[in-house]
């Protein structure tokens, strides 16, 4: 893919009549970035799905109810293990290392970096099993119901943070021999030993069932990578001397990454502990919530941010800070192009989105409007999530770790602070009844657990904006770039929410009494109109980010349609 992108620069003008302004282009690298974005996306999408048939499972299971609380309260641990150590050896790290070696010297590098790192994370590891018990009833009181189940699951969902700590090595070594399709497998073969452990274990072995399942797809997640590495070699070298000392420097230079990406699973862990003292299933409201939002985020923001940060590392390597400067806005805009319509459809056809989702078996009609409520609180952050992503790989791309690290911290400690103050302010009964009233959740048990998913959105909102700060502060023209890409954005967003709020008013919204078949035509129906009504409002607005993606869908269907590139707007 990295060659692929790398493959685009060629230098072409073109006039797009149907705007008013002149598309003036100087390479061909949107062309670049938009393919990449789109397989990833796909990838996303069929991983996301299986996620979402994932959810659904577990949804018909158990509802949002005491043992999701527990279950997804077990994950906090081990996710911060894989988070704080598995991010020392991610592929940002060793793509560029490996790139520096000839092929002897990849293998000893791989196979000494595998040893350092089985010590680091057994020693890790294994002392969060040990002190399991006492973290756990320090952040989950609440659970002490089911404590000794707690502990357990906990320590057996350590083993998956350790396989999918490996995983993320073979996933660089995977990705640095330009093997995508295993690449992408991996979350896809996950989810299916969740669902396997969700379907086969469950209804003998309870909740354990479902912990071994997680640790059967962490295999598959690590195991669909290894074949082809063991066949050239990988893992037949111990460590030498030298070896560790290049694991250290593989550790200086990702620690602040790693720190970063903690901070985030602190902030998240303080989350769930508030939301184990609310009412049974807040947690299992909570998580269900996230996940759904995680389905744009992954497709759109992800993508692009993934997709972009060759092109960014490459740029300014070369010590061109225009061309810098414009891969990162173009990224932004096509994030804000898609993102920002989507949170509007996402927050109008909540309830839809959940109940197609999730609603069967032990899901019901409260846990639907719950979780409803909660995602679209989720989805105000749907587009600074994804600014963040970019931004943040921005920083690495440039060489500077510790500003997306402060920025990391700082966010994460709103989103604590905001999370205790909006608890607070929902005591009120008047505040309370308001937000109720708002999102329709009023004559409801455990209503707030939303306050934590607004509080999650507000400091992502904030630390997006603080990262488009500082990349202006620091380079200067980047906001320029992307300012009227916002406003065509949120212009056409607003259209789509009212198009497709419009639409529900005429046909009907859901019920209790709803079936899954009217669920989803009321909701496609909806959606379609608001689709329909974002790409008017983007036609008439003139927006450049509209002609490029028209023009790009239209070659893949016409062969002779030639794409074009960003460039400047003109005045």
Partial sequence: MIR?????RTTLEKTYSGAGW????LSLEVRGLQAAAYILALSSLASSLLALVRDRVLAHLFGAGAELDVYYAAFRVPDLVFIGVGALVSAYVLIPELARRDEAAQRRYIDGLIVCFGALVALVAGGAAVFAPS???TFFPALSYAQEELVLLTRILLIQAVLLGFS?????????RHRYALYALSPIVYNLGIIYGALVLVPSQGLMGLAYGVVIGAVLHLGIQLP????EGLGREMASLPEWRSFLATVRISLPRALALSFGQFAFFGLLSLAAALPAGSIAVFMFAYNLQGVPLSVIGASYATAAFPLLAEAHARGATHAFLAHAALAVRQMFFWSLPALALVIVLRAHIVRAALGSGAFDWTDTRLTAAALALFSLSLASQGVSLLLIRAWYAAGRTLIPLAISGVTALTTLILAHTYLRSVQNADVAS???ALLRIDNLVGTDVVVLAFAFSVASIMGAFLLVVSIEWHFGGFVSQIKRSFWHALTAAFVAGCAAYATLQVIGDITLLSTLASVLFKALLAGGVGVAAAALAYHFLGSREYAENALALRRRIWRDVEPIASGEQST
């Fill in 4 to 8: 692929f992108l790398k493959s685009g």
């Fill in 135 to 137: 973290i756990l009833a």
């Fill in 228 to 231: 082809p590495l063991l066949r």
């Fill in 168 to 176: 993320n090595i073979a996933a660089g070594l995977t990705q640095f």
């Fill in 22 to 25: 002149a598309l003036s282009y």
């Fill in 434 to 436: 308001f937000l109720e």
